[in-house]
């Protein structure tokens, strides 16, 4: 009995298609009023924001871009009464003064030396960071052997005069070490061969380097006095981030450590370094170490605020790496000790890599600090990118109302950039290591 | 006890001080030694001392520097400048960093006498002065009763100030900013009738005003100023050379010796140029130069008009008078002392 053979039917066979929410649920306006509008607090704080921004874009956008001048020889092309309108930004004492800015009284046949500075640098920092670049341990090498030895050599004119009798005392002094190696080796009941090797690598590593920089290479010499600019701002913020970073690393194992000589010293040059204002070690070094110095003992005036700059952010860095260390729970050590590693392993291998992960916005925070710090050398008559700046912008070729406004907006534009990239790339590293612990 | 270490601590910086100066007779000869000039100048004011935009230091004071080079080395290029703060300018030629300073730095007593320093010469007559805008209708700063004006905070600026208008029992109203950038800002704004700094530094801000012919600067000078070149106390030959680098700049203006016409004068009757020149006398050799040391520095850098033109005069933009500059035959305090 078929009851139903004539009912037609009707069955569904897909699904059928969702209709659109509303309107007021989706879309740009409920975006709007969802973010924006959601209470009448957050009302009211959109409103504020709106107004402040429309109070404050504006003349910013004419200044830096509507107003502004492009183009022009000297002063005369950035006054109002040339220009026909109110002038903003002078871009054209920029771009008049952008070698100066760049190189500063570097002299200028040789900037070229700069230039390969600067793309050398580059090709360092980019080995380095981008982690899928093929042979980062080759990088490495080149970044903190090679790559300043040639910025040396480069940038000086090289040609240090070693001369023979230190070239004997190097010798002298790299037999004595190679041989102490060895008996301390043989002492301790290790291999003497191996120890004796690596000593002799590294006599060999230190000979290399002296016999380059002892190399006349026919460049001309520049004295420190005449470089500036962003040559200078680069070069003490690389060696400030470069040496930092290991020396923090061990000045923060040096506090935990047990051997209380070693913690003293770390914990009693961590905490001068850190409880006086850079600023002070900028101008004892500059204007009071020559006064306690012999007359005939000079020490470069470029070097004295690098090597300040260095030690101020080692012991900042020494304190966010012992955060690290004191993040990590016991058990890892235990953990490690349990395996039998000895404390330098336990510590390359177990500690240091989750320490170091855990403290890199840290690490970064200090890095940026460090890298507009930078500008504080100015204050003891270095030539770096704000100096040039103030000492163009007297100028009286350029004197026009706008012209420190512009020099101050370059140099806040150059650092942004800096800082920027800085702080974007250490996002893109903590996103890739932290992927075990995504919440 | 506090006094105590404190003096203490003075007594031992004051010894160094001594030590460094004996110690540091032989200038002349490092200076040799070494094949160029250490100068200590200006970090940056504008015709004194000023990277240009190819980084070339430029500036009255910076070719006093380079006329000494001229005349030990016969090369003005052979000076390496070492910018100093107002702070480390002392100490920098004290401890030897610097051979010379020539930074526009007022010669004082104390100065002279408690920093272990000498000033051979001035080479430029500085004083406060004021700028006020055209439309107010005044002449001289005396008619300034009951002003308003802007100067910088804590600096002799504003103590000369004082002085000055209680001298003259005027009445006036201080506006005062921390930095020399904001002062003038302000008084360019409108905020102030008046302004007030180094008569130099007037022509040099003038030319940042949103409209530099407005404004005038007042004829009145209301301070001492003098500005020189600094060495170490002790080194008496040292001291010579920068004295007479001066005084020949000035000897060669006075008897119109140019950079132009200087070969050409060498062949002249005038005692006067023949000494000056090094034709006839051994007046170089006494100080350790060359007998045409003079010669050198006329040569290669010019005489002290052109140099001042050239730099703050009418040949730059800063457009100063020579006023107190002048040579003294012109009514100015210049007097190049004779060589013979």
Redesign the interface.
């Known amino acids: 009995m078929n009851t139903a053979v004539d009912v037609s039917r009707f069955v569904r066979t897909e699904k059928i298609e969702a209709l659109p929410p509303p309107k007021l649920a989706r879309g740009p306006i409920a975006w709007v009023r969802e973010n924006l509008f959601s209470s009448p607090i957050n009302t009211a704080l959109t409103l504020a924001v709106a107004y402040l921004l429309f109070v404050l874009i504006p003349p910013i956008l004419d200044f830096l871009f509507f107003n502004a001048v492009w183009t022009g020889t000297d002063?005369a092309a950035c006054r109002?009464?040339t220009a026909g309108h109110p002038v903003g930004a002078c871009w054209a004492f920029v771009v008049?003064?952008i070698?100066?800015f760049t190189?500063?009284?570097?002299p200028?046949e040789e900037r070229w030396r700069v230039n390969i500075f600067f793309v050398l640098l580059a090709i360092g920092v980019a080995w380095l960071l981008w982690l899928r670049a093929p042979r980062r341990d080759l990088g490495a090498v080149y970044f903190f052997w090679l790559f300043p030895i040639a910025s040396y050599v480069l940038l000086t004119g090289g040609n240090v005069d070693i001369g023979l009798r230190a070239w004997l005392l190097f010798a002298t002094i790299g037999v004595v070490f190679m041989a102490a190696i060895g008996f301390a080796a043989f002492m301790l009941k290790t291999s003497v061969r191996s120890a004796v090797l690596v000593a002799a690598g590294i006599v060999a590593v230190l000979g290399v380097t002296l016999a380059l920089l002892d190399w006349d290479w026919g460049l001309e010499p520049v004295?420190t006095?005449?470089w500036?600019g962003i040559l200078v701002t680069l070069l003490v913020a690389t060696v400030g981030i470069v040496f930092s970073l290991p020396f923090g690393i061990l000045l923060a194992l040096g506090r935990r450590s047990k051997l209380p000589i070693l913690r003293m010293a770390s914990v009693i040059f961590i905490e001068f370094v850190r409880g006086v204002p850079l600023i002070t070690v900028l101008?004892m070094a500059?204007?009071?170490l020559?006064?306690?110095?012999p007359?005939d003992v000079?020490v470069d005036?470029l070097t004295r605020p690098l090597v300040g700059v260095a030690f101020f952010a080692s012991a900042y860095m020494a304190e966010v790496v012992r955060g690290g260390l004191q993040a990590m729970p016991k058990g890892q050590y235990e953990g490690a000790m349990s395996l039998g590693l000895n404390y330098p392993q336990m510590m390359v291998l177990i500690i240091l890599p989750q320490a170091l992960r855990i403290v890199i916005p840290g690490i970064v925070n200090t890095f940026i600090g460090l890298f507009k710090d930078t500008s504080l050398v100015s204050?003891?008559?270095i030539?770096d990118l704000v100096?040039?700046i103030?000492?163009?912008r007297?100028?009286?070729?350029w004197?026009?109302?706008t012209?420190?406004y512009t020099g101050y907006a370059f140099a806040a534009l150059f650092y942004f950039i800096f800082c920027w990239g800085m702080s974007r790339y250490s996002l893109g590293v903590e996103r890739r290591l932290a992927a075990g612990h995504k919440r | 006890m506090k006094k105590a270490i404190a003096s203490i601590a003075f007594g031992l910086m004051a010894a160094s001080f001594v030590a460094t100066g004996a110690s540091a007779q032989a200038t002349l000869a490092s200076v040799k030694q070494k094949g160029y000039l250490t100068c200590g100048s200006n970090t940056g004011l504008a015709g004194f001392g000023l990277p240009d935009a190819q980084g070339n230091w430029t500036g009255l004071d910076v070719e006093f520097c380079r006329a000494i080079a001229a005349a030990i080395f016969d090369d003005p290029t052979k000076v390496r400048f070492i910018p100093l703060s107002a702070k480390d300018r002392f100490t920098a030629l004290q401890s030897g960093e610097v051979d010379v300073l020539s930074r526009n730095s007022t010669v004082t007593m104390s100065r002279d006498t408690q920093l272990g320093l000498d000033f051979p010469a001035v080479n430029y007559f500085d004083g406060q002065g004021f700028m006020v805008r055209k439309k107010l209708g005044i002449s001289s700063a005396k008619e300034l009763n009951g002003a308003s004006i802007c100067t910088q905070q804590g600096t002799t600026t504003e103590l000369n100030l004082a002085d000055y208008f209680r001298a003259n029992n005027m009445k006036y109203e201080v506006v005062a900013f921390a930095t020399s950038d904001e002062t003038f800002k302000a008084y360019d704004a409108g905020r102030c009738d008046a302004f007030t700094t180094d008569a130099s530094g007037l022509y040099s801000e003038r030319l940042r005003a949103s409209n530099p012919d407005d404004h005038i600067v007042l004829p009145e000078i209301i301070s001492k100023e003098p500005l020189g070149p600094a060495v170490r106390h002790g080194d008496n030959q040292w001291g010579d050379i920068v004295r007479w680098t001066h005084n020949a700049m000035l000897d060669a203006e006075e008897l119109g010796v140019t950079k132009a016409n200087v070969d050409q004068m060498k062949g002249s009757d005038n005692p006067e140029i023949k000494r000056l020149l090094g034709t006839e006398g051994k007046f170089g050799e006494a100080v350790g130069l060359t007998n045409d040391w003079a010669y050198r520095i006329v040569k290669h850098v010019g005489n002290y008009g052109e140099s001042f033109e050239r730099n703050v005069g009418e040949g730059s933009k800063l457009k100063i008078k020579r006023g107190l500059n002048a040579q003294w035959t012109k009514g100015g305090l210049q007097y190049g002392l004779p060589v013979r």
């Open positions: 002063r109002a009464e008049s003064k070698n100066f190189y500063g009284s570097y200028a004295p006095s005449r500036g101008i500059n204007t009071m020559p006064l306690f110095l007359p000079t005036r204050v003891v008559g030539f100096k040039t103030e000492a163009s007297i100028d009286p070729n004197a026009a109302p012209i420190s």
